[in-house]
């Protein structure tokens, strides 16, 4: 079985214009979303884009980097069309372009239960969230599964609601996904479905179509970068740590 990562990476970022490019400790944050992807399982890595300048950032570093449409909807449909051009890989890997600090280990656990369960479509991951304010924050979307980690629902709201309050039972969607290869391309070609479309959560259009989705806990959290504000954080950490690439 083989396993590509496929990092989508867009420079007309709504909330950070050229989010890629952005520097960070000397290197720019798609080399440093690429390069400790690398250091995982995976058989190979490649960087999805639509902008030039990205896509010719990659090549300076020696990075795959492939270019695709500017008319995709959303992340999936990019990773669907490069599912299609990569038609030798079993599954492929989602790593958000936005998480400079992904670690290998959330990597290589959402590589195990494809090896495992040979009618798994989906997995993705989750970590303990130990602070009300975090369960009550909408940019938090939360998620709670069966007893053997299938998902019942992603929400933006409190789930399970409140009524006494026991942190062991939240946890926060962590946003990389593991597909196989022809299912993501399946999915993408999905509508839009009423509970994805309320939520503004796309991955609930698989549960409202019938599919299953593994939900791995994870004990990283990692820093995405969405904001000016997340990018100062992200920039203090590696200086601090000393944390190279």
Do not use: C
């Not at 440093?32 to 090549?59: E, G, H, I, N, P």
């Not at 369960?117 to 938090?140: C, F, G, Q, W, Y």
């Not at 839009?192 to 549960?207: A, G, I, K």
């Amino acid at each position: 079985m083989k396993f590509l990562g496929v990092i989508p990476a867009r420079y007309a970022s709504t909330r950070l214009e050229g989010k890629p490019l952005a520097d960070i400790g000397g290197h720019s944050m798609i080399e440093w979303v690429y390069k400790r992807t690398l250091l995982s399982d995976l058989d190979m890595v490649v960087v999805a884009t639509d902008d030039q300048l990205v896509y010719d950032k990659v090549k300076s570093f020696g990075g795959e980097v492939v270019m695709t449409s500017e008319d995709h909807p959303n992340g999936t449909s990019r990773i669907a069309e490069v599912a299609g051009v990569y038609s030798d890989f079993d599954v492929i890997i989602n790593v958000q372009g936005d998480e400079p600090l992904i670690e290998k280990e959330m990597i290589n656990a959402l590589i195990t239960p494809f090896l495992e369960e040979p009618d798994l479509s989906m997995a993705t991951l989750k970590h303990r969230i130990d602070r009300i304010e975090e369960v009550e924050n909408p940019n938090n979307v939360k998620v709670v599964t069966t007893k053997d980690d299938y998902a019942i629902y992603f929400s933006r709201s409190p789930i399970p609601y409140p009524r006494e309050l026991d942190m062991k039972n939240y946890f926060k969607h962590v946003g990389i996904y593991g597909y196989r290869r022809d299912f993501v391309i399946k999915y993408s070609q999905m509508a839009p479905t009423p509970l994805e479309v309320s939520e503004s959560l796309e991955q609930l259009r698989v549960l409202e179509n019938g599919y299953r989705i593994k939900v791995l806990e994870t004990p990283y959290k990692i820093v995405g970068v969405d904001t000016k504000e997340d990018l100062e954080r992200v920039r203090k950490i590696v200086k601090e740590n000393k944390i190279t690439i």
